[in-house]
């Protein structure tokens, strides 16, 4: 298995673009986190889907920022527009469902926003 | 807000038992203990859980005190390659039935030679 897979791996963008981040969950895989990692802030909860579904958005910093997953294979954070202290490491994650706990990380995208 | 805290770092020879405390004072009676490490900037690894009982695995030992407000993360025989962050986490309850977690600032292990 190819473990969870995230492009790209590295985003440099000016102030103002749009940035969009894109995940493949592992295969089998039901549920999928995003999270955001700074070193003032940590790693934070962005949004989580079980079954394709947004359970909780709760983390999403604010309007400019949207995330879909139209199937089970695919999932996109969207920034627009980008701010520089959008800048960070962000991570996806899957896991199958509540009965396997474990989540698996991808390697993370590399945002830098100038 | 995390709900665990862990010291900020840690050292630890090569070869000796680490042992990596955390506190969760708040915990609630069905809440899951997590540990995760991350290695230089890749993705967090999982490592071991539990919610009451010892927990051993091929990784790591998690021993969890009686009244289950702290724990404690045993890599027996440290090497080099288990230089990283430490996270402990309490997985809470989300909604519809589903869970995450709430990452704390983690322990930064380091392995001398």
């Known amino acids: 298995d190819a473990g969870v897979i995230q492009s790209p791996r590295h985003e440099v963008t000016e102030m103002g673009q749009e940035v969009t981040l894109r995940c493949k969950p592992i295969?089998?895989?039901?549920?999928l986190f995003w999270y955001r990692q700074t070193m003032m802030r940590g790693l934070e909860l962005l949004i989580y889907?079980?079954?394709?579904?947004?359970?909780?958005d709760s983390g999403m910093p604010e309007d400019r920022f949207s995330a879909k997953m139209p199937n089970a294979s695919f999932s996109t954070l969207k920034i627009q527009p980008s701010e520089p202290r959008d800048s960070a490491v962000y991570f996806c994650?899957?896991?199958?469902?509540?009965?396997?706990?474990?989540?698996?990380f991808g390697p993370g995208t590399r945002l830098t926003v100038l | 807000d995390a709900k665990t805290t862990q010291p900020p770092s840690m050292d630890c020879a090569e070869g000796r038992a680490a042992n990596l405390p955390c506190n969760h004072s708040?915990?609630?009676?069905?809440?899951?203990v997590y540990w995760y490490r991350q290695i230089h900037s890749q993705g967090p690894q999982y490592i071991i859980h539990?919610?009451?009982n010892n927990e051993t695995n091929e990784m790591a030992s998690l021993i969890i005190t009686e009244d289950r407000k702290s724990s404690t993360l045993i890599l027996p025989h440290a090497t080099l390659r288990d230089t990283a962050v430490y996270y402990c986490i309490v997985r809470v309850a989300g909604t519809s039935g589903t869970y995450k977690y709430i990452f704390g600032t983690g322990t930064r292990l380091k392995v001398l030679a």
């Open positions: 539990g919610l009451k």
């Open positions: 295969s089998g895989h039901n549920s």
């Open positions: 708040t915990i609630s009676g069905n809440e899951y």
């Open positions: 994650a899957s896991s199958f469902g509540l009965a396997r706990n474990e989540q698996f």
């Open positions: 889907f079980n079954n394709n579904v947004p359970i909780d």
